[in-house]
């Protein structure tokens, strides 16, 4: 039997990578894991409550993009969050989480060529893997454009050559970035949409960490877009409750652009999309209308920020993050740092280089390790602490 070759050479995913790495090895202490960024603050407490009152919804079909009061509820958030008014039935569409809609919307979007030759697919690296895989689906290709200490951990774009922008038809960026926690200034996303207008290709902003920073929120794609002019079909935004409000198994996310650019995903969606059930519906348009857990939940990493800042601030090459709640840390070798830090003292962390794309030698994540601070504060302490006298004393 024949099987498809466009994804046989997909590296395995990270996280099989790192069992693969540690889990034939006893840990050296205590377990603390630090690799996956899956929130364990609490969730709002009324949640349970809000889905118990709305039970009955299981019987019957969601509605594919969203309840009306899910999408005003969405709309509304921008509306806030941005100064960006987008209307409910055309602009905005409900998701199953953010990586169906980055994924979906490449499906929905890039066109079969560009320029009479085969588009490209910009992505950061190190990315989230959804972006690869998105490329490849649509028979684009994926072109990994660093994002290291030298461009503040931000793609550069406008130092691409001519030939590549001539090709590109998306341009995927995370802000604030996963994995370093870097932040796109108002600047940065201004020479973006330039430079998206004058080469004429969408950006799919992934801004899923946009509410967990230490000071001033992050600026967002949508608010500069609409200060310059730009077309309205020009910009995707996603986002998600995952880690604003810590209910990643909600699935509950957004996608917002121009009506065209809805209509086309909605209507890709019809066909192959898995809708949130009504009831998660119901807790998602109350959560995305409340700003008091996520303020609090705010709070928790900024004290997070502060530890981590107070045990790793001797570090050389240390860098605090600005949001997310990540840390990107440099190290000699992630696999091996990964595995030492494992068998010594039980903390689990993930090599920088399962996040990336790059022959040996070649990889921007070979020389780092990524941390997540989703623990409690006392988990994170102690794990940071253990992490900073294995690898940097």
Known sequence: MDFPERFSNLPAYAFPRLRALLDHHQPGGDVVHMTIGEPKHAFPAWVPDVIMENAAGFQGYPPNEGSDDLRGAISDWIKRRYGVAMDANTQVMALNGTREGLYNAAMALCPEQKNGQKPIVLSPNPFYQVYMVAAISVGAEPRFVPATAATNHLPDYTSLPEDVLNRTAVAYICSPANPQGAVASRDYWADL?????????????????????????????LSVAQELGADPERVVLFNSLSK???LAGLRSGLVAGGPETIKRIKQLRAYSGAPLPAPLQAVATRVWADEVHVEENRALYREKFEIADEILGGVQGYQSPEAG???????????QAALKLWQETGVRVLPGAYLAQGDPGQNPGEGYIRAAMVAPKTDTQRGLTMLRDCLYR
């Open 244 to 246: 604003r409000s810590n």
């Open 325 to 335: 709640f990540f840390l990107w840390l440099p190290v000699d070798n992630g696999e």
């Open 193 to 221: 949409i330039r430079l998206a207008e004058q080469y004429d290709f969408r950006i799919f902003a992934d801004e899923c960490y946009s509410e967990i920073y230490r000071n001033e929120a992050p600026t967002g794609v």
